[in-house]
T-cell receptor, first 113, second 112 residues
Framework: GESVGLHLPTLSVQEGDNSIINCAYS??????FIWYKQESGKGPQFIID?????DKRQGQRVTVLLNKTVKHLSLQIAATQPGDSAVYFC????????????FGKGTLLTVNP | ETGVTQSPTHLIKTRGQQVTLRCSSQ?????VSWYQQALGQGPQFIFQ???????GRGNFPPRFSGLQFPNYSSELNVNALELDDSALYLC???????????FGSGTRLTVV
């Protein structure tokens, strides 16, 4: 079936560095993508989203890039801080199943002081 | 504006028992979705309720059932619990079925 996957299960960076988390999706009908941050013991927290008619979207310290040609999504975090340490999930929806989010397995980001 | 609240936060049940989990949606949201998150995995869609009707369902057996009430709060019921049902159950609310999902902190269910 269709799925969303991540290239790297873990990512360790130094405080102040930029982080890049990647995600591949396989459903060509996907038209809405969301990045979530999940801290231990909490539910997923919305970070940023992007629709398929866009290639790039920026938020505060975060940027999402969408490459529809290769079905790839990335999350860039600038000046990574210890508080950014968490599991990051990409999720997609769209096509005939736009009532549900399909999540990948997640990337654990660890920020070292 | 209140967020999504779930109860209880933790629960331990015995195999074969039944459980009911509860969710209060965020103010102004009329749609509730339920997800199951196994340890180390991403959330998996169980079903969605919109205006008190099931609006979509994932690959879960019929012993997973739900309700949505007129105030848009929701319940997830699981019958004949199995050990593999041990997971974090997440509720997410949104306005009008798509996008803008706000998640609760979840209910950690342990089946022994």
């Amino acid at each position: 079936g269709e799925s969303v996957g991540l290239h790297l299960p873990t990512l360790s960076v130094q405080e102040g560095d930029n982080s890049i988390i990647n995600c591949a999706y396989s459903n060509s009908a996907s038209d809405y993508f969301i990045w979530y941050k999940q801290e231990s013991g909490k539910g997923p927290q919305f970070i940023i989203d992007i629709r398929s008619n866009m290639d790039k979207r920026q938020g505060q310290r975060v940027t999402v890039l969408l490459n529809k040609t290769v079905k790839h999504l990335s999350l860039q975090i600038a000046a990574t801080q210890p508080g950014d340490s968490a599991v990051y999930f990409c999720a997609e929806t769209g096509g005939g199943s736009n009532y549900k989010l399909t999540f990948g397995k997640g990337t654990l980001l660890t920020v070292n002081p | 504006e209140t967020g999504v609240t779930q109860s209880p936060t933790h629960l331990i049940k015995t195999r074969g028992q039944q459980v009911t989990l509860r969710c209060s949606s965020q103010s102004g949201h009329n749609t509730v979705s339920w997800y199951q998150q196994a340890l180390g995995q991403g959330p998996q869609f169980i079903f969605q309720y919109y205006r008190e009707e099931e609006n979509g369902r994932g690959n879960f057996p019929p012993r997973f059932s739900g309700l949505q009430f007129p105030n848009y709060s929701s319940e997830l019921n699981v019958n004949a619990l199995e050990l593999d049902d041990s997971a974090l159950y997440l509720c997410a609310s949104s306005w009008d079925r798509v996008g803008g999902y706000t998640f609760g902190s979840g209910t950690r269910l342990t089946v022994v």
